[in-house]
């Protein structure tokens, strides 16, 4: 009795450090889901990209996101870039938010690039002429399953691009909703 008494502390530590790093691995796959799906989803669209076809990625965000809470601590940002009309560079023809976290787009707004090619090379992706890259910037504030724990106030982030498929329109229809 008196070896499991002294070893249980020890025990309990250990399950419950398991367990928060299976919670942050888990947290972390499903944030990197959200901005896969997001951009996959968006880029195989075949025609001109709607503000209703975006609303309903939005609505699978929510539903993958469901189980941590990623509407109220997340933010994911679907943007199209693509070359701009000065063929100096590359733009953000026009972008999309979703999530209550409070976050500004990395590589700019919508409309950055558009006449003096300065938004950059994203993640060494450049949108190629006649084409368009989808691209979603998912962040999430991690929230530990243990209120002490060293994963306090840790933001998940992961940034994923896919090459518009089989599509010539790249604008987007509908009544625009204010940008990020």
């Known amino acids: 009795m008196v070896e499991f008494a002294l070893c249980l502390p020890v025990l309990m530590s250990l399950i419950l450090v398991g367990l928060e790093l299976t919670n942050f691995v888990l947290a972390n796959h499903r944030v990197r889901q959200i901005a896969a799906m997001t951009a996959d989803n968006a880029s195989r669209l075949r025609t001109q990209m709607s503000e209703a076809y975006v609303n309903q990625l939005f609505v699978g965000v929510q539903k993958a996101g469901a189980a941590i809470q990623f509407q109220n601590r997340g933010r994911v940002i679907l943007?199209?870039?693509?070359n701009n009309a000065a063929a100096n560079g590359q733009w953000i023809r026009w972008q999309r938010c979703y999530g209550n976290l409070s976050r500004a787009p990395k590589y700019g707004t919508q409309g950055k690039g558009q006449s003096d090619g300065t938004l950059p090379n994203i993640n060494g992706l450049v949108a190629q002429p006649g084409s368009?890259?989808?691209?979603?910037?998912?962040?999430y504030e991690y929230k530990p399953l243990i209120g002490s724990s060293v994963l306090k106030n840790r933001r998940i982030r992961h940034e994923l691009a896919f090459i518009v498929r089989q599509r010539t329109d790249f604008s987007i229809s509908g009544t625009s909703p204010s940008t990020c």
């Open 79 to 82: 943007s199209s870039v693509q």
């Open 132 to 139: 368009a890259i989808m691209y979603a910037e998912a962040e």
